[in-house]
Structures are given as structure tokens and as C-alpha cells.
């Protein structure tokens, strides 16, 4: 069947540069945003989470910005390596319920 | 993929036949959740569970029915598959779910694709 990653928004970056991937959110109710990361051929995995009453938390190379005012989160990754390679989402909580970004494919190139 | 695993994890069948997905967990989480995905569309909630025999529908839940008998299972069964079904389908499990939802933790897929 056809890639999940067709299609999608394409950042391409050089090894050691660092990548920020961007999404838009858009229920100025949801509390609640996480990152997941998403290999070819393998399911979601979690990268890093932030509510809405934090702007900022940092993680292991990662770091994931909240802009509440224009609804906008995003994700930095420092010295981005080819191991990084793949498709990223953000998520937001709606009330009970997640609802899922369609993501954006990241290529490192060596 | 955090304690989950999901069977099989490639299926090829034919309109018209029934078709059941198995999600299995060992992190005894209350909450348990199918997903489809396809090109163009986020993840898109089919079904979830809140506990066992207690299931609730999600978005795209035309055309499948669950079952959760026990804490670590969670079945997705496609009663008469037919072609728009052909799609990747993740389980997810989380601790807390409601209005406490938090993290939701991803099995491996199963790649279904009906004929």
C-alpha cells in the first residue's frame, strides 16, 4: 500500500543541523499537546509531551515550544542525526480525546 | 512498541469476509484504542475501551465492532471487509483516559489489505 509519508510537508536538513518541525493546533481549548515520531513500516513513537499551562520543556536533544496566543507548537531536535529520519506529528487533547496532526517527514542527510 | 503487540501483522483477504485484528498488552492499562491510518488523514479513532466489556465509538467506526473480554486484549473485527477498510491499523493503550487522557503508546500495526 502506499506510504503514510506520501504526500506529506518535507524538511530536509544536513546531519548536525538542528530541525524544527511545526504544527498548528487548532481547539484554543486543548490542554494537553505531544510529539511522536513515526519509522517507516512502524507504529507512533512518543517523543515528548508539554501542557498547556508550560511554554517550553526540553528533553533529551529535543525541545517542544507552546504558543497558546496563535495555537502553534513545535519541535526543535539539536544536531539532528540520520537516525532522526522520519515522520513527525504533533497531537492535541480535545477534551477526552486525542486528535492526530497528519505530520511532517524529516530527511537527514549525512 | 511498550508492552503491546498486534496480530497478525499483515493480512491479505477478500471483500465480502470477516476479519478480526488482535491487540494484545502486558502493561495492564485501563485504556485501549484502534486507530487507522491512511495516506492523507492523521490517525483516525475507530473504537476504544475504558475497561473490559466497556467500549465507546471513535470518528470511523462504520463497518467494525470490538470486544475486550479481558484487561489485555482488545479485538477490532471488521464484520464484512470491503476495499476502503485496506488501511495500516494501530492498537494504543494509555493509563489514564477521559478527560485525564495522557499518552497513548502505540503498537506495531498490522497492515490489512482487503481485495
Known amino acids: 500500500g502506499e506510504s503514510v509519508g506520501l504526500h506529506l510537508p518535507t524538511l530536509s536538513v544536513q546531519e548536525g543541523d538542528n530541525s524544527i518541525i511545526n504544527c498548528a493546533y487548532s481547539?484554543?481549548?486543548?490542554?494537553?499537546f505531544i510529539w511522536y515520531k513515526q519509522e517507516s513500516g512502524k507504529g507512533p513513537q512518543f517523543i515528548i509531551d508539554?501542557?498547556?499551562?508550560?511554554d517550553k520543556r526540553q528533553g533529551q536533544r529535543v525541545t517542544v515550544l507552546l504558543n497558546k496566543t496563535v495555537k502553534h507548537l513545535s519541535l526543535q531536535i539539536a544536531a539532528t542525526q540520520p537516525g532522526d529520519s522520519a515522520v513527525y506529528f504533533c497531537?492535541?487533547?480535545?477534551?477526552?480525546?486525542?486528535?492526530f496532526g497528519k505530520g511532517t517527514m524529516l530527511l537527514v542527510s549525512p | 512498541d511498550a508492552g503491546i503487540t498486534q496480530s497478525p501483522r499483515h493480512k491479505v483477504t477478500e471483500t465480502g469476509t470477516p476479519v478480526t485484528l488482535r491487540c494484545h498488552q502486558t502493561?495492564?492499562?485501563?485504556?485501549m484504542y484502534w486507530y487507522r491510518q491512511d495516506p492523507g488523514h492523521g490517525l483516525r479513532l475507530i473504537h476504544y475501551?475504558?475497561?473490559?466489556?466497556?467500549?465507546d465509538k471513535g470518528e470511523v467506526s462504520d463497518g467494525y465492532s470490538v470486544s475486550r473480554s479481558k484487561t489485555e486484549d482488545f479485538l477490532l473485527t471488521l464484520e464484512s471487509a470491503t476495499s476502503s477498510q485496506t488501511s495500516v491499523y494501530f492498537c494504543?493503550?494509555?493509563?489514564?483516559?477521559?478527560?485525564?487522557?495522557?499518552?497513548?503508546?502505540f503498537g506495531p500495526g498490522t497492515r490489512l489489505t482487503v481485495l
Open positions: 494504543a493503550i494509555s493509563a489514564r483516559g477521559g478527560i485525564r487522557t495522557d499518552t497513548q503508546y
Open positions: 481547539n484554543s481549548a486543548s490542554d494537553y
Open positions: 508539554i501542557r498547556s499551562n508550560m
Open positions: 497531537a492535541e487533547k480535545e477534551y477526552s480525546t486525542l486528535t
Open positions: 502493561e495492564n492499562h485501563r485504556y
Open positions: 475501551s475504558y475497561g473490559v466489556k466497556d467500549t
